[in-house]
């Protein structure tokens, strides 16, 4: 954990504050009193992230409109984008979990990345307020912003409009399933429109719904 440390723009004066945040809540230990590990943390931090994307987007973009700037937000608070920003941070290294979750791939888990970045957020903020929060985030979130000139949309949006615009009614989403264990669930959800269906699984209902509608897409040739 010294050497994740390290990279960041911080230096902890509650160091407790990022062991908490790099703690999954299947290696949380309610003997010590410890409440669910990283959860309040993460809870915190993606309030500070979506405050200070906003505040960095419309500087950034100060000539588009709300909705634009929305999508935006979108696109760059969500689970993919924290996750690959998690991974290229290599926070999965850090993460405080048991040996069982270890082996069964937990770390590797876009949610449980995208969760702890999360928290480290909050944690950030908690020791030194929105600036070493801040300073991270524009850091590590600049190729991203920077990578597309025109707002992004996602799948759930792209095949909305897809059939609204055919006058086919909005696409039904069905959570078919849930397994695994509750601190690593799988969801997986079928995508109903346009007498097609495509069904897909996520670390949670929101992504798999996202890749179930990317699959749609490709199905109805609107990909």
Same mark, same amino acid.
């Given at each position: 954990?010294?050497?994740?440390?390290?990279? #960041?723009? =911080?230096?902890?004066?509650? $160091?407790?504050?990022?062991?908490?945040?790099?703690? =999954? +809540?299947?290696?949380?230990? $309610?003997?010590?009193?410890?409440?669910?590990?990283?959860?309040?943390?993460?809870?915190?931090?993606?309030?500070?992230?979506?405050? !200070?994307?906003?505040?960095? /987007?419309?500087?950034?973009?100060? +000539?588009?409109?709300?909705?634009?700037?929305?999508?935006?937000?979108?696109?760059?608070?969500?689970?993919?984008? /924290?996750?690959?920003?998690?991974? &290229?941070?290599? #926070?999965?290294?850090?993460?405080?979990?048991?040996?069982?979750?270890?082996? %069964?791939?937990?770390?590797? &888990?876009?949610?449980? /990345?995208?969760?702890?970045?999360?928290?480290?957020?909050?944690? /950030?903020?908690?020791?030194?307020?929105?600036? $070493?929060?801040?300073?991270?985030?524009?850091?590590?979130?600049?190729?991203? #912003?920077?990578?597309?000139? +025109?707002?992004?949309?996602? $799948?759930?949006?792209?095949?909305?409009?897809?059939? #609204?615009?055919?006058?086919?009614?909005?696409?039904?989403?069905?959570?078919?399933?849930?397994?695994?264990?509750? =601190?690593?669930?799988?969801?997986? !959800?079928?995508?109903? %429109?346009?007498?097609?269906?495509?069904?897909?699984?996520?670390?949670?209902?929101?992504?798999?719904?996202?890749?179930? %509608?990317?699959?749609?897409?490709?199905?109805?040739?609107? %990909?």
């Amino acid at each position: 954990m010294g050497d994740f440390a390290a990279t #960041l723009p =911080h230096r902890f004066q509650r $160091p407790e504050l990022l062991v908490e945040a790099l703690t =999954h +809540r299947s290696a949380a230990n $309610p003997q010590q009193q410890q409440l669910d590990s990283n959860e309040r943390l993460e809870f915190l931090g993606d309030r500070v992230l979506a405050l !200070v994307m906003a505040e960095w /987007l419309a500087e950034r973009f100060p +000539r588009e409109r709300e909705g634009a700037l929305g999508k935006r937000l979108g696109a760059l608070v969500s689970a993919e984008t /924290l996750g690959k920003v998690a991974e &290229r941070m290599d #926070l999965g290294a850090a993460l405080r979990v048991p040996l069982g979750e270890q082996r %069964a791939g937990v770390m590797a &888990r876009q949610s449980v /990345l995208a969760d702890a970045l999360e928290a480290l957020l909050g944690a /950030l903020y908690v020791d030194g307020g929105l600036d $070493p929060a801040r300073l991270l985030i524009r850091r590590e979130w600049e190729s991203f #912003l920077e990578a597309s000139s +025109r707002p992004p949309s996602s $799948p759930k949006s792209r095949l909305q409009e897809w059939t #609204l615009g055919r006058a086919l009614g909005l696409p039904d989403y069905i959570l078919v399933a849930t397994t695994g264990p509750s =601190h690593s669930p799988v969801f997986r !959800v079928r995508v109903v %429109a346009a007498g097609q269906e495509a069904e897909a699984t996520g670390d949670n209902k929101r992504a798999a719904e996202q890749a179930a %509608a990317e699959k749609l897409l490709t199905i109805l040739g609107a %990909a």
